[in-house]
């Protein structure tokens, strides 16, 4: 790559303070995970790159995503959310998933009901003090550091498998530990919401955002300046800055969507009503 081009890159994703090189570097990481069906393309401009790794997030499975490498992880919960506005790629890492849920209940056992602790107070100090002993010392101070014996620790914490509830049982010290990396590890990844999906467009992007309204306009078939007028006006942005926003998005769409664009006497038209792979029944 010429240092022009490199330049040119860098540009395109600098108005969300991202760097080029921390972008490839993460989607390296994801493509060599196994993770995705197809990789990543890494060539062309910063924007359209970006957009394409949102996209390969936004649709793996729940499955999957709780399995990506930490520095992808971490790198998807660093953006910051004008990617999401602009982009329509999920924007909702911070909804817990059920299976945390379900986890409450032993937490409550641990020695946080007022009822027995007031018991315990009145009746033993001495059994206080072993209470102490086994939870806080087990598991705060060990916490990821502990040596186990376990052969699951680390695998993640499941109450309803089987090598679990034996762990529970023979290492309590090592299963509160395994229990708190796992949730640890959960809460550093993206998750997808459990709740109603929002609605997305023809082409597989939020409705409302910038790259849903791009697709909403290019199956109408409009002109590029009128196109850069409405998203100026409804985004806060420069016409200048929504042009080269819907040029990249059109790249985006032929590479990594298969929707091919016209552009007859100015109208850019999209030639496909809807992508490969999307609901129609939760499209707007």
Request: glycine share 8%.
């Amino acid at each position: 790559m010429t240092e022009a081009e490199e330049a040119k890159e860098m540009k395109a994703l600098k108005e969300y303070d991202l760097k080029m090189k921390d972008l490839k570097a993460v989607i390296k990481s994801l493509n060599e995970s196994d993770l995705l069906k197809e990789n990543v393309k890494v060539t062309g401009k910063g924007d359209v790159v970006l957009l394409s790794f949102l996209d390969a997030l936004d649709g793996m499975s729940d499955e999957n995503l709780e399995n990506l490498p930490k520095d992808v992880a971490a790198y998807y919960e660093a953006l910051p959310q004008a990617v999401f506005d602009d982009s329509g790629a999920s924007d909702e890492p911070e909804e817990a998933d059920e299976p945390e849920e379900a986890d409450e209940p032993e937490e409550a056992d641990e020695g946080d009901e007022p009822e027995e602790a007031e018991e315990a107070d009145e009746g033993d100090d001495e059994g206080d003090d072993e209470g102490d002993d086994e939870g806080d010392d087990a598991g705060d101070d060990e916490g990821d550091d502990a040596t186990s014996e376990c052969p699951m620790f680390g695998k993640g914490c499941n109450e309803k498998e089987d090598d679990c509830k034996t762990c529970k049982k023979d290492f309590p010290a090592e299963f509160k530990a395994c229990k708190a990396a796992t949730k640890k590890a959960k809460a550093s990844k993206p998750k997808k919401s459990t709740g109603t999906p929002k609605l997305r467009t023809r082409y597989g992007h939020i409705a409302g955002s910038m790259s849903g309204d791009i697709d909403n306009m290019l199956w109408k078939g409009m002109k590029l300046k009128a196109m850069a007028k409405k998203l100026a006006k409804d985004h806060k942005r420069e016409e200048k800055a929504a042009q080269a926003k819907i040029r990249g998005h059109i790249k985006h769409l032929e590479n990594n969507k298969g929707i091919k664009v016209s552009d007859k006497d100015d109208t850019l038209k999209a030639k496909k009503e809807f992508a490969e792979g999307y609901d129609k029944n939760n499209t707007k």
